[in-house]
């Protein structure tokens, strides 16, 4: 439910200036004994002041639920639009929150078989972790409030992707004969990506109050890629890097649908703990007896078990 959400931005916004604020937080103003930061403390207020306008609008909603006339049709339609205005501050709000929190981000392990033209074989990828999410710049485009969906677009500077691997892989080249060229070997990756873009449609539901990525478009500009161990290192190593940096974006274009379709599982799956583990008693505790950073962190993580 919408308290879910109150719970979750009261976590979610002391934990992500923690982070990123040093060891001197500044104080908040007007609060006795606190010692969450200005942010955190005006995005608790801002969910609890949503909370109540949210809880307004649907119950005209629900009040005029049933009738034809165009004069009620015309309130649920406002009551709606001023429901996703409310929604898409709150969405900004967690948006910047995560770009901090989620700095570097665990992305977990995976292991990956590949059988097409191009590419053959196993590939074992663990620990991925993502860096430089922080740069990350984010638009929130005019929502339908009918559909209740909005675009959001999504421009990444600089990410490095490093991880662990162990590959055996027979990559084509497209000839004729079918010259294909075996990749083995393991130890650590490094990516740097470079002017990555992603457009991507949120949606929210409110009954049971969710939110879902739906939609997913991807591109990459340009990449570097280091991965240290194969063949031992050396000449045929550099020249493997240079390949795979030089076909990556390419490669990013083709597996768009798989690649988006990952992105989007892991995306629905975060939203879905952070929201149903929170719960409407922690989000009193803290913002109304201003518990410590170091208590909400550690109810962050086992909110989404990091």
């Not at 929502?143 to 909005?150: Q, V």
């Not at 798989?258 to 629905?268: F, G, H, P, S, V």
Request: overall charge neutral; proline content about 4%.
């Amino acid at each position: 439910m919408l308290l879910r959400v109150v719970a979750v931005l009261a976590v979610l916004a002391p934990m992500a200036v923690a982070r990123d604020a040093g060891p001197t937080p500044t104080p908040a103003v007007g609060v006795a004994n606190c010692s969450l930061p200005r942010p955190a403390v005006r995005l608790a207020a801002l969910a609890e002041n949503s909370l109540r306008l949210l809880s307004s609008h649907l119950s005209s909603m629900e009040a005029r639920e049933g009738s034809a006339s165009q004069a009620s049709q015309r309130a649920r339609d406002a009551a709606l639009r001023s429901i996703w205005s409310i929604l898409e501050e709150l969405l900004k709000a967690v948006i910047n929150a995560l770009r901090l929190l989620l700095d570097p981000a665990p992305l977990g392990s995976y292991d990956i078989s590949l059988n097409n033209s191009l590419i053959k074989g196993r590939l074992a990828v663990h620990d991925l972790l993502a860096r430089h999410l922080r740069d990350t710049q984010f638009h929130v485009g005019l929502p339908n409030p009918f559909t209740m969906c909005s675009e959001v677009r999504v421009a990444l500077p600089n990410l490095t992707l490093t991880a662990f691997y162990d590959a055996d892989l027979d990559v084509g080249f497209g000839a004729a004969d079918g010259e294909a060229m075996a990749i083995f070997g393991d130890g650590r990756a490094q990516i740097d990506l470079h002017n990555a873009k992603l457009t991507t449609k949120v949606c929210i539901t409110l009954k049971e109050f969710s939110v879902k990525v739906a939609d997913m478009k991807i591109s990459l500009e340009k990449a570097e890629v280091n991965l240290k161990g194969l063949f031992g290192g050396g000449a045929v190593s550099d020249l493997v890097n240079s390949i795979v940096t030089d076909v990556l974006p390419d490669a990013v274009e083709e597996y768009e649908p798989e690649i988006t379709q990952l992105a989007m599982k892991y995306i629905n799956e975060f939203i879905k703990k952070m929201l149903h583990r929170g719960s409407a008693t922690t989000a009193t505790r803290v913002t109304n007896n201003c518990q410590k950073e170091k208590y909400v962190i550690t109810v962050f993580r086992d909110m989404i078990k990091i």
